[in-house]
T-cell receptor, first 113, second 113 residues
Framework: DQQVKQNSPSLSVQEGRISILNCDYTNSMFDYFLWYKKYPAEGPTFLISISSIKDKNEDGRFTVFLNKSAKHLSLHIVPSQPGDSAVYFCAAKGDSGYSTLTFGKGTMLLVSP | GAVVSQHPSWVICKSGTSVKIECRSLDFQATTMFWYRQFPKQSLMLMATSNEGSKATYEQGVEKDKFLINHASLTLSTLTVTSAHPEDSSFYIC?????????FGAGTRLSVL
């Protein structure tokens, strides 16, 4: 049973437009959510996170929104740049500081010039 | 962000040999490190949680005698793939956390001939 779901395997966006990547989860015990960016043959790079007590966190071009009642979060990238093209993973963790991460399957974002 | 170094980045070995992969936290101490495996076009699969000074915790279906984990210090964890076979060929990634955020190494591509 997949506890973190990224239902869109890929997304194509034009440069300068907004990219919206979605993530749904089923475990109500998750209390911290993270987004990672990954290039092929490289380890994931941390992008942005959000605690379950918040509904929005912003860092430069990246904003994460959390809707706890819907068990849904999204990553907005504005404006999108060709260098943003990568696979984006949504991850969730429980309330222990060192508890494991549960990853979604990822969404491949392609930003075209 | 924190830096996690993983070595080697790529290794080719003969079937039946053992391969050791190192994961180091460079600028923080990590009592817990994680080892993941990623198959092509798949998400990251947690293999085991490495605990400094104690035995690793393996996920269901992961053979602990096949994938030996040693976390001898607060900055170093090693994964040894013993008697490697072609089906062990994969991309292995480690991570470490100083708190809530896991930081990943660059990954190791293992090819078993």
């Amino acid at each position: 049973d997949q506890q973190v779901k990224q239902n869109s395997p890929s997304l194509s966006v034009q440069e300068g437009r907004i990219s919206i990547l979605n993530c749904d989860y089923t475990n109500s015990m998750f209390d911290y959510f993270l987004w990672y960016k990954k290039y092929p043959a490289e380890g994931p790079t941390f992008l942005i996170s959000i605690s379950s007590i918040k509904d929005k966190n912003e860092d430069g071009r990246f904003t994460v929104f959390l809707n706890k009642s819907a068990k849904h979060l999204s990553l907005h990238i504005v404006p999108s740049q060709p260098g943003d093209s990568a696979v984006y993973f949504c991850a969730a963790k429980g309330d222990s500081g060192y508890s494991t991460l549960t990853f979604g399957k990822g969404t491949m974002l392609l930003v075209s010039p | 962000g924190a830096v996690v170094s993983q070595h080697p980045s790529w290794v080719i070995c003969k079937s039946g040999t053992s391969v050791k992969i190192e994961c180091r936290s460079l600028d923080f101490q990590a009592t817990t490190m994680f080892w993941y495996r990623q198959f092509p076009k798949q998400s990251l699969m947690l293999m085991a949680t490495s605990n400094e000074g104690s035995k690793a915790t393996y996920e269901q279906g992961v053979e602990k005698d096949k994938f030996l984990i040693n976390h001898a210090s607060l900055t170093l964890s090693t994964l040894t793939v013993t008697s490697a076979h072609p089906e062990d060929s994969s991309f292995y990634i480690c991570s470490a956390t100083p708190g809530y955020i896991q930081y990943f190494g660059a990954g190791t591509r293992l090819s078993v001939l």
